[in-house]
């Protein structure tokens, strides 16, 4: 199956085309690099020469994954806009993958983890799960002080791709484990692992993660 997958969540994006199997595999066939500031100009040209350039049309899509946040106001929306409007006129199925929950299975660890951003403002995006195998099954995605944090990530690994929260954690007294941003071809596989379990949403459903000051869960959806 031919899968599309786009992050917009930060100052710059990416976006890229996957092979992917029933057997979990999920190879990229190319990925691009989309320029901070114009999204809303790059994307859909993006999306339409990748497709022609190996050959496919945007009937040969048969499901996508995106990025739902946390991150950029204006990038997330540019971004899930387009996924939107794709999904719902070619009727094919979205796995939304927060980033934190990318951060939380990149590391490959099994059990309860804490997953960490920058929020700015002093604040951190904090996402915990329990990690099955590939995937992770989210408890709950917060914004935090360093003060609540600490008090939250008693008892389970921490993770942060960001070296600043992971310094200010550190400092405070708590273990860190610092991993790399997860790039476009996380965002791809664990969406193809999220479609593969059924955990997929509607073009309706579809919105921005902002974690703005309550718990945002995912629910499991059937295609």
């Known amino acids: 199956m031919l899968l599309l997958a786009a992050d917009t969540s930060g100052k710059h994006g990416s976006m890229a085309l996957a092979r992917c199997d ?3 595999t999920c190879d990229l066939i ?3 690099s989309l320029a901070g500031g114009t999204f809303s100009a790059q994307l859909v040209p993006q999306i339409a020469g990748l ?3 190996h050959g496919f049309n945007k009937q040969d ?6 990025t739902s946040g946390p991150g950029s106001f204006t990038g997330l929306r540019v971004g899930l806009a387009a996924i939107k409007a794709l999904a719902e006129v070619l009727a094919k199925p979205i796995a939304a993958v927060s980033l934190l929950e990318a951060i939380a299975v990149s590391a490959r660890l099994q059990g309860k983890v804490i997953a960490l951003l920058d929020a700015g ?3 951190i995006y904090a996402g915990e799960y329990e990690v099955s195998g590939p995937l992770a099954r989210v408890v709950s995605e917060r914004l935090l002080t ?5 008090e939250a990530a008693a008892g389970s690994v921490v993770l942060s791709a960001d070296p600043g929260v992971a310094d200010s954690v550190r400092n405070a007294g708590t273990e860190v484990m610092e991993i790399e941003l997860p790039g476009i071809k996380t965002i791809a596989c664990l969406g193809w692992r999220k479609i593969l379990a059924g955990e997929t949403i509607s073009p309706e459903e579809l919105d921005a993660n902002y974690i703005r000051g309550s718990t945002q869960v995912f629910t499991k959806r059937s295609p």
């Open 121 to 123: 403002r002093g604040e």
């Open 146 to 150: 360093l003060t609540d944090l600490l």
């Open 51 to 53: 497709l022609a350039k």
């Open 30 to 32: 190319e990925a691009v």
């Open 61 to 66: 899509i048969g499901a996508f994954a995106v």
């Open 22 to 24: 029933p057997y979990d």
